[in-house]
């Protein structure tokens, strides 16, 4: 699948095709990852949260992807490396995107973090089943909560679009 590469992930290339950029995932992640990051980034959008608009999930050469909406502007990393003088400017605005993102309430729209984390656990086929199942044990001891969001906060994360950030 042709088009302009604009990032690239652990598990992911995304490729910009006019207004539209498809995340294009490895194929060795599963479906029910790609289909639950789709299913998080709606949900997160009619929260009113600042996201490309998921498109379609669509299957590639050999693996899934998603198309999402394109946000014009620089990442924020991309900004930095240019001007280091806007350090302090855009790291206000992304802790504001960060304390934004963690205030909103989550319904259970979107699994909580110990769910996922448990899908991750029990995948791993390269550690033994008993520590498996230690560490599912720790997991399900942890505390449960439904509110922030799933995500890291990294400046090549995100695009500075008129003055206000855009998770991508």
């Not at 789709?38 to 009113?48: K, Q």
Request: aromatic residues 6%.
């Amino acid at each position: 699948m042709e088009g302009e590469e604009v990032g690239r992930g652990r598990q992911s290339i995304l490729k910009r095709y006019n207004n539209h950029v498809v995340k294009c995932f490895n194929p060795s992640v599963p479906l029910w990852e790609v289909e639950l990051e789709a299913n998080n980034s709606r949900v997160v959008s009619r929260l009113g949260l600042p996201v490309p608009a998921v498109l379609d999930v669509v299957e590639l050469d050999g693996g899934m992807g998603i198309i999402y909406d394109y946000v014009p502007g620089k990442t924020m990393q991309e900004i930095l490396m240019c001007k280091p003088g806007n350090l302090r400017k855009y790291g206000i605005l992304l802790a504001k995107l960060h304390l934004k993102v963690h205030q909103v309430r989550v319904d259970r729209s979107l699994p909580a973090q110990k769910e996922k984390l448990q899908h991750k656990i029990a995948e791993v086929k390269a550690i033994p089943q008993e520590i498996v199942r230690g560490l599912l044990n720790k997991l399900q001891a942890l505390p449960a909560g439904r509110s922030g969001m799933p995500w890291r906060f990294s400046p090549w994360q995100y695009t500075a679009h008129r003055e206000r950030a855009c998770y991508h």
